[in-house]
């Protein structure tokens, strides 16, 4: 009996008419389209049949480091022509055939530089010459779409360095570019990540040349003098301040030519006695003129942020029935969990916004803002405060999570933080709420958010020798790394509670002092490389990582904050769970017409608390879904390392499937010849899981 070709079984059954070619849709761009909303008008797969599908291929992309065995990857990939474009856990470009999982060509870059998660890839094509634009490290390169090389056309050589421009005296040099830009006619509009920490470079968002790389515009983050909202800052603040950029991406209107930017906090980012104002254009939706880079719009969400609430993720783009009328709008979230929701050409909110007033600060010095903006509708998707009544009924230390928090503050959203050995509670914690998966837009104007509720504890302490005026004092390695260092591995070097940033008191047993100085000069992943300290200060903090004693001459003030944190401590119990009462993870469904939210359901599970006959808690998640035509919802991001499909309606559970790692990615789904994919970067080494370097693609048998 002759095997039908799948057009053929859709002719049969009557799905496809003989005048009908099987369609290809692609996943053109990041989010799948320039509204970054993750949706595919794909109906092939539906809450009907989903449960049959079954692996199609995987590909195992390489670069997973086993020696720190926290590689990820962190990229959406995009599907065109039959083609799948990614990024490795090793940051190395690659293409597929996207029916097979073959690999048709992969970078093999070695720069003088050091790579970080990339989210993926940006494509162009003037009909003759395909491009894609990659980012690695503070390299930004043209490849051919159809070999992987470098365009030498662009750039020298083929590549551009996102430094160039940046630069100001006592700045470090940490500039990378872990998300792709957005294409505008004959633009490539580009921001960058930063550090965080006082020495960070500022954090301009610029658009090149597609074909010459050359700069076309800058837009100034920090504004110049004589620039709008320079008067929130101190004198020249734009020579001593930076961050402020734009590290989770952006969306375009091409048909208005407007780009929507979103950024983060001015650093330090926890503390800023030293830039008072409110500090624009930091936590800012930004709307720009996309051919010139001029200022339509903005709205501030936090004024001079001291808590690191970046806007977390790429702004969504839809239109809305509101007051009767349709209205195309654009939406930001918050880590804080709130959505902001404005009309896309004026800015006008579409629900009400309202300036609180906030708590003071307590610290010598810090100014907090008086008042913050709380929208009042949607209304948020994580709960907004932590009290006694929200620990959870199993915690295994009651006593004393209790005694902590009964000396720690808490109870509201934007206390700022304390001298230690006091504390804040953050609830959400400091990454989220929302996190920079962001969240899918249904052709319907319905928005689902995946989101955390897990509450981090941090305080500030004194820098040794810290303030704002540069002195030369001799300094230990220990005093250097309290600086420098403990704010992300901890005061006793015990690193994160997710992994994020790896313990330091055994390092002995994973690297040798070389390679350490290695990552402390070039940086690695999260990690900036502290080109503002001289090679003998990087030595001191190497040999107290391996136990020596050392002292050095060193410029202690240099921009240096007089107080650093103590970490980004997610508050667990001694069994590893957190403190919180559970959902610790969530999806939520929201009506952008009218506001209301129509379901949430937890997103993850611990098996063994499950098997206990505990509903599902949800777990801390990184990544976004991936919404349908068909109905479907489609999303990894849990640490249980399951890939699930939801119906969209009514957000009950369809398919899971195994995953060879955590999947802290967004899936994107495809179609090649009428047949429908869903495919998962499945890279883990997060929340101390697993790395991985698979990508999975799923389809119907």
Same mark, same amino acid.
Not at 13 to 42: Q, V
């Given at each position: 009996?002759?095997?039908?070709?799948?057009?053929?079984?859709?002719?049969?059954?009557?799905?496809?008419?003989?005048?009908?070619?099987?369609?290809?849709?692609?996943?053109?761009?990041?989010?799948?389209?320039?509204?970054?909303?993750?949706?595919?008008?794909?109906?092939?797969?539906?809450?009907?049949?989903?449960?049959?599908?079954?692996?199609?291929?995987?590909?195992?992309?390489?670069?997973?480091?086993?020696?720190?065995?926290?590689?990820?990857?962190?990229?959406?990939?995009?599907?065109?022509?039959?083609?799948?474009?990614?990024?490795?856990?090793?940051?190395?470009?690659?293409?597929?055939?996207?029916?097979?999982?073959?690999?048709?060509?992969?970078?093999?870059?070695?720069?003088?530089?050091?790579?970080?998660?990339?989210?993926?890839?940006?494509?162009?094509?003037?009909?003759?010459?395909?491009?894609?634009?990659?980012?690695?490290? *503070?390299?930004?390169?043209?490849?051919?779409?159809?070999?992987?090389?470098?365009?030498?056309?662009?750039?020298?050589?083929?590549?551009?360095?996102?430094?160039?421009?940046?630069?100001?005296?006592?700045?470090?040099?940490?500039?990378?570019?872990?998300?792709?830009?957005?294409?505008?006619?004959?633009?490539?509009?580009?921001?960058?990540?930063?550090?965080?920490?006082?020495?960070?470079?500022?954090?301009?968002?610029?658009?090149?040349?597609?074909?010459?790389?050359?700069?076309?515009?800058?837009?100034?983050?920090?504004?110049?003098?004589?620039?709008?909202?320079?008067?929130?800052?101190?004198?020249?603040?734009?020579?001593?301040?930076?961050?402020?950029?734009?590290?989770?991406?952006?969306?375009?209107?091409?048909?208005?030519?407007?780009?929507?930017?979103?950024?983060?906090?001015?650093?330090?980012?926890?503390?800023?006695?030293?830039?008072?104002?409110?500090?624009?254009?930091?936590?800012?939706?930004?709307?720009?003129?996309?051919?010139?880079?001029?200022?339509?719009?903005?709205?501030?969400?936090?004024?001079?942020?001291?808590?690191?609430?970046?806007?977390?993720?790429?702004?969504?783009?839809?239109?809305?029935?509101?007051?009767?009328?349709?209205?195309?709008?654009?939406?930001?979230?918050?880590?804080?969990?709130?959505?902001?929701?404005?009309?896309?050409?004026?800015?006008?909110?579409?629900?009400?916004?309202?300036?609180?007033?906030?708590?003071?600060?307590?610290?010598?010095?810090?100014?907090?803002?008086?008042?913050?903006?709380?929208?009042?509708?949607?209304?948020?998707?994580?709960?907004? *405060?932590?009290?006694?009544?929200?620990?959870?009924?199993?915690?295994?230390?009651?006593?004393?999570?209790?005694?902590?928090?009964?000396?720690?503050?808490?109870?509201?959203?934007?206390?700022?933080?304390?001298?230690?050995?006091?504390?804040?509670?953050?609830?959400?914690?400091?990454?989220?709420?929302?996190?920079?998966?962001?969240?899918?837009?249904?052709?319907?104007?319905?928005?689902?958010?995946?989101?955390?509720?897990?509450?981090?504890?941090?305080?500030?302490?004194?820098?040794?020798?810290?303030?704002?005026?540069?002195?030369?004092?001799?300094?230990?390695?220990?005093?250097?790394?309290?600086?420098?260092?403990?704010?992300?591995?901890?005061?006793?070097?015990?690193?994160?509670?997710?992994?994020?940033?790896?313990?330091?008191?055994?390092?002995?047993?994973?690297?040798?002092?070389?390679?350490?100085?290695?990552?402390?000069?070039?940086?690695?992943?999260?990690?900036?490389?502290?080109?503002?300290?001289?090679? *003998?200060?990087?030595?001191?903090?190497?040999?107290?990582?391996?136990?020596?004693?050392?002292?050095?001459?060193?410029?202690?003030?240099?921009?240096?904050?007089?107080?650093?944190?103590?970490?980004?401590?997610?508050?667990?119990?001694?069994?590893?769970?957190?403190?919180?009462?559970?959902?610790?993870?969530?999806?939520?469904?929201?009506?952008?017409?009218?506001?209301?939210?129509?379901?949430?359901?937890?997103?993850?599970?611990?098996?063994?608390?499950?098997?206990?006959?505990?509903?599902?808690?949800?777990?801390?998640?990184?990544?976004?879904?991936?919404?349908?035509?068909?109905?479907?919802?489609?999303?990894?991001?849990?640490?249980?390392?399951?890939?699930?499909?939801?119906?969209?309606?009514?957000?009950?559970?369809?398919?899971?499937?195994?995953?060879?790692?955590?999947?802290?990615?967004?899936?994107?789904?495809?179609?090649?010849?009428?047949?429908?994919?869903?495919?998962?970067?499945?890279?883990?080494?997060?929340?101390?899981?697993?790395?991985?370097?698979?990508?999975?693609?799923?389809?119907?048998?």
């Amino acid at each position: 009996m002759k095997r039908l070709t799948y057009p053929a079984i859709l002719l049969t059954l009557g799905l496809l008419s003989l005048t009908e070619k099987p369609t290809t849709t692609d996943w053109p761009e990041y989010n799948g389209g320039p509204d970054r909303n993750h949706f595919s008008p794909l109906t092939q797969l539906n809450p009907g049949n989903v449960a049959r599908l079954q692996v199609a291929w995987q590909y195992a992309s390489g670069g997973v480091d086993t020696v720190k065995n926290n590689t990820q990857i962190q990229c959406n990939p995009l599907i065109i022509d039959g083609v799948l474009y990614g990024v490795s856990a090793g940051s190395q470009a690659f293409a597929l055939d996207a029916t097979t999982g073959k690999e048709l060509w992969k970078t093999a870059f070695t720069d003088d530089t050091f790579a970080m998660n990339s989210r993926g890839v940006t494509y162009w094509t003037d009909g003759r010459q395909p491009r894609i634009f990659f980012a690695y490290g *503070s390299l930004l390169y043209a490849l051919d779409a159809r070999t992987g090389k470098p365009v030498t056309s662009f750039g020298k050589g083929g590549k551009i360095n996102l430094k160039e421009g940046l630069a100001r005296p006592g700045a470090d040099e940490y500039v990378v570019s872990n998300t792709p830009g957005v294409v505008y006619k004959n633009l490539l509009i580009m921001g960058h990540r930063v550090s965080e920490i006082a020495p960070a470079l500022p954090g301009d968002v610029r658009a090149y040349d597609l074909r010459t790389g050359r700069i076309v515009w800058t837009f100034h983050t920090i504004p110049h003098p004589g620039e709008y909202g320079a008067d929130t800052w101190p004198k020249d603040g734009y020579r001593n301040f930076g961050g402020a950029n734009n590290w989770m991406g952006m969306a375009i209107d091409r048909q208005r030519g407007i780009v929507y930017v979103p950024t983060g906090t001015a650093a330090f980012d926890l503390y800023g006695s030293s830039r008072p104002g409110k500090n624009l254009f930091g936590n800012s939706l930004i709307a720009l003129d996309a051919a010139t880079g001029k200022r339509r719009w903005h709205f501030q969400t936090i004024h001079h942020d001291i808590w690191d609430r970046d806007i977390p993720a790429p702004p969504n783009l839809f239109t809305v029935v509101h007051d009767g009328k349709k209205v195309d709008a654009v939406s930001v979230l918050s880590k804080q969990g709130f959505l902001f929701v404005f009309d896309r050409v004026t800015g006008k909110p579409l629900f009400p916004i309202e300036e609180r007033p906030m708590p003071a600060s307590t610290v010598p010095g810090e100014k907090a803002w008086p008042t913050q903006p709380i929208p009042l509708k949607p209304a948020p998707f994580t709960r907004q *405060s932590f009290s006694e009544s929200d620990i959870n009924d199993f915690v295994t230390d009651r006593d004393t999570v209790l005694a902590q928090l009964r000396r720690w503050q808490s109870g509201k959203e934007f206390i700022p933080l304390p001298l230690s050995p006091n504390r804040t509670v953050f609830f959400p914690g400091t990454d989220g709420g929302a996190q920079w998966g962001g969240a899918a837009v249904d052709e319907e104007g319905i928005m689902y958010v995946p989101a955390k509720q897990i509450p981090v504890t941090m305080g500030l302490v004194p820098t040794p020798d810290g303030s704002l005026s540069a002195k030369t004092v001799d300094r230990t390695g220990s005093q250097l790394y309290q600086t420098h260092c403990a704010s992300c591995h901890g005061q006793n070097r015990e690193g994160s509670h997710d992994g994020t940033y790896p313990a330091l008191s055994s390092i002995s047993q994973k690297r040798n002092p070389t390679s350490v100085a290695q990552v402390l000069a070039k940086g690695q992943g999260m990690m900036p490389a502290f080109t503002n300290l001289k090679e *003998s200060e990087r030595k001191a903090i190497v040999d107290f990582l391996f136990g020596k004693t050392t002292s050095v001459a060193s410029n202690a003030g240099l921009n240096t904050a007089p107080y650093h944190h103590t970490g980004f401590a997610r508050w667990y119990d001694r069994a590893g769970y957190p403190v919180s009462r559970p959902p610790w993870g969530t999806l939520t469904a929201i009506d952008l017409n009218t506001g209301e939210h129509r379901w949430q359901v937890p997103l993850g599970e611990y098996p063994e608390l499950v098997a206990k006959g505990l509903p599902p808690t949800g777990t801390d998640n990184y990544g976004a879904p991936a919404v349908t035509a068909g109905g479907l919802l489609f999303i990894a991001s849990s640490r249980d390392e399951l890939i699930r499909a939801f119906d969209r309606k009514t957000g009950r559970e369809l398919w899971r499937a195994k995953l060879p790692a955590a999947g802290y990615a967004s899936p994107s789904t495809y179609a090649v010849n009428g047949k429908q994919y869903v495919v998962i970067a499945c890279g883990g080494g997060k929340l101390k899981t697993k790395s991985g370097d698979r990508y999975v693609a799923f389809a119907l048998p």
